[in-house]
């Protein structure tokens, strides 16, 4: 068996500091305590401060400014779709927020989809579904269903639908154990999705955009139900 990846303390420390961020501890737009001071108060050395440091940089919660020091970036103002896995993560609020955008994007993809899917695709999104009603377990099932959705926006030809599938489904994958109670009966969930592939594999715009809301509807009400 293969070993648990440990964590270091520059990732306990990312950690503490991200927290603080976005618990407003460290407000956006205000500038972090000098290095030293933040240093003991963490308890940490200098060094795991820059490297913790580094990486809130690359996460784009903070910028620094050479001979000025370290501040918070306006997150909300300035950062881009890259942020929503962490922010999920940090409060479920922002669960529904991520399934309004799904509920919209979804049914016009679908739209799409039904309006440009090539023969090949319309075969792709058929096996993809069956592949749903097969998974052997629950996660399974999920990210079957999943991949549908990624073949749906593959099917739009706009990369830009696809890039934001993506951005969706990478915010809450991490916590998608809590999402599973769509997912739990193969059969059941297969059933739900079928109607989207039958518009899109008919070329039936309308019927499709109406089959996808009616779906991401009904597992959006089932997943928050089961977060409650």
Do not use: C
């Not at 309004?100 to 440009?116: K, M, N, T």
């Amino acid at each position: 068996m293969e070993a648990l990846p440990r964590e270091t303390i520059v990732d306990v420390l990312e950690g503490r500091l991200r927290e603080d961020i976005l618990n407003g501890r460290h407000p956006a737009g205000s500038y972090l305590p000098p290095e030293r001071t933040l240093a003991d108060g963490y308890g940490v050395t200098r060094t795991t401060l820059k490297h913790a440091f580094g990486r809130l940089m690359q996460a784009g919660l903070l910028e620094t400014r050479h001979g000025v020091g370290t501040r918070v970036r306006d997150y909300l103002r300035l950062g881009g779709a890259d942020l929503l896995p962490m922010l999920v993560r940090h409060s479920p609020d922002w669960i529904g927020e991520v399934f309004e955008v799904r509920r919209s994007i979804g049914a016009l993809i679908a739209e799409r989809a039904a309006a440009r899917a090539t023969r090949r695709q319309r075969a792709e999104l058929r096996a993809l579904l069956a592949a749903v009603g097969d998974a052997a377990d629950t996660d399974a099932v999920q990210l079957a269903d999943i991949e549908v959705h990624r073949a749906l926006a593959r099917a739009t030809g706009n990369r830009v639908y696809v890039l934001l599938t993506n951005t969706l489904f990478n915010a809450y994958l991490p916590v998608r154990a809590a999402l599973r109670g769509p997912f739990t009966d193969a059969r059941v969930a297969r059933g739900r999705l079928e109607p989207v592939v039958d518009a899109v594999e008919a070329g039936d715009e309308t019927g499709a955009r109406r089959a996808a809301e009616e779906y991401l509807t009904t597992t959006e009400r089932i997943m928050l139900e089961g977060l409650a």
